[in-house]
């Protein structure tokens, strides 16, 4: 399958400071998403880009649809204690109506947060 | 309010057994999809069904099994095939497959002793 490797594996931060993580492929995506676990829980999704170059915001959260169509990344600002959880990016190959509509994942980035 | 609900929470179970874990949704979704999470390896793919009475192996399928015969459920059984059961199953659901964005359940923790 294709592989998504997301970095960093884990991230321990102080409430307030910003945060960044980034996911890149081998393959083009038409579309990256942003996953959030918490713990015991199934991940609820963040923020969705369609567009390459697109940059979208949903509250502190702001994601970018890298121009290669390889990347993204997700940034995270004034970070505060119920952000902790599993950040997971996905991306979607292939055109409308192709079996290669599947969502790949990546491993995930495990944010704890100091208060 | 619409979603998708996957029991039980927890499950135990004794070697050998083959155990039945349960999926439904009322979104009117087409797609749905099990993964399997174990901690540090991300989300990987079980089975999915695109549509009624059809469904294909994902990354992981060895060992599991799967049946789609209603739209609203997609059960997936663990058998006595699979060598290391015990994990975090997730069950997720999109309106087609064309649709990016699932809609995940709250997952079941299944434990082998």
């Known amino acids: 399958g294709q592989q998504l490797n997301q970095s960093p594996q884990s991230m321990f931060i102080q409430e307030g400071e910003d945060v960044s993580m980034n996911c890149t492929s081998s393959?083009?995506?038409?579309?990256w998403l942003w996953y959030k676990q918490d713990p015991g829980e199934g991940p609820v999704l963040l923020i969705a880009l369609y567009k390459a170059g697109e940059l979208t915001s949903n509250g502190r959260l702001t994601a970018q649809f890298g121009i290669t169509r390889k990347d993204s990344f997700l940034n995270i600002s004034a970070s505060i204690p119920s952000d902790v959880g599993i950040y997971f990016c996905a991306g979607q190959l292939g055109d409308r109506g192709s079996t290669l509509g599947r969502l790949y994942f990546g491993r995930g980035t495990q944010l704890t947060v100091w208060p | 309010d619409g979603g998708i609900t996957q029991s039980p929470k927890y499950l135990f179970r004794k070697e050998g057994q083959n155990v039945t874990l349960s999926c439904e949704q009322n979104?009117?979704?087409?797609?749905m999809y099990w993964y399997r999470q174990d901690p540090g390896q991300g989300l990987r793919l079980i089975y999915y069904s695109q549509i009624v009475n059809d469904f294909q192996k994902g990354d992981i399928a060895e060992g599991y099994s799967v049946s789609r015969e209603k739209k609203e459920s997609f059960p997936l059984t663990v058998t006595s095939a699979q060598k290391n059961p015990t994990a975090f199953y997730l069950c997720?659901?999109?309106?087609?497959?064309?649709?990016?964005?699932?809609?995940f359940g709250s997952g079941t923790r299944l434990t082998v002793v």
């Open positions: 393959s083009i995506f038409n579309t």
């Open positions: 979104l009117n979704h087409d797609a």
């Open positions: 997720a659901s999109s309106i087609d497959r064309d649709t990016p964005g699932y809609t």
